[in-house]
């Protein structure tokens, strides 16, 4: 059974912090966290990342507060999901400990979630759209994992 999630993007004002808002909706019995490759420290999820998962999912992220990924939170993951090959290749280069539990979230459909970073609100509900498809993958793999 899985326990633990980490999921990164760049910032992780955007897209990490929509994926792991979702996951842990999905998995509710999954710590779930998130963090950034060159993090906003301390921001909160951008107003459109808010906004577009509230409205499409009813999932609330305004108290997410960004962070650098660090090596206590790879570690602790089992699994560590990341929007683009660069954030694995970033990930495992730092963390090589990391190279067999880290993937794409768009792994299984062979895609990489495009940053919406200062993007309109279609670049954002165009990148749920891919988290979703991304995450329908994955919860549907650790739910066989777990069987």
């Known amino acids: 059974m899985i326990r633990s999630i980490l999921v990164a993007c760049t910032g992780n004002i955007c897209r990490s912090p929509m994926a792991a808002g979702i996951l842990q909706a999905r998995l509710p019995h999954v710590d779930v966290s998130s963090a950034g490759t060159g993090a906003m420290v301390d921001s909160p999820?951008?107003?459109?990342?808010?906004?577009?998962?509230?409205?499409?999912?009813?999932?609330?992220?305004?108290?997410?507060?960004?962070?650098?990924?660090?090596?206590?939170?790879?570690l602790k993951a089992e699994i560590v999901l990341v929007m683009e090959t660069l954030h694995k290749r970033w990930i495992i280069s730092r963390f090589p400990a990391a190279a067999g539990r880290t993937f794409l979230l768009g792994e299984f459909g062979g895609f990489e979630v495009a940053d919406p970073y200062?993007?309109?609100?279609?670049?954002?509900?165009?990148?749920?759209?891919?988290?979703?498809?991304?995450?329908?993958?994955?919860?549907?793999?650790?739910?066989?994992?777990?069987?």
């Open 45 to 74: 999820a951008d107003p459109l990342a808010r906004q577009v998962l509230a409205t499409a999912a009813r999932i609330d992220i305004d108290a997410h507060r960004a962070r650098q990924i660090t090596a206590e939170l790879v």
């Open 118 to 147: 200062l993007g309109t609100e279609q670049d954002f509900i165009a990148c749920y759209a891919s988290i979703v498809r991304g995450v329908d993958a994955w919860v549907e793999k650790i739910a066989r994992l777990a069987s």
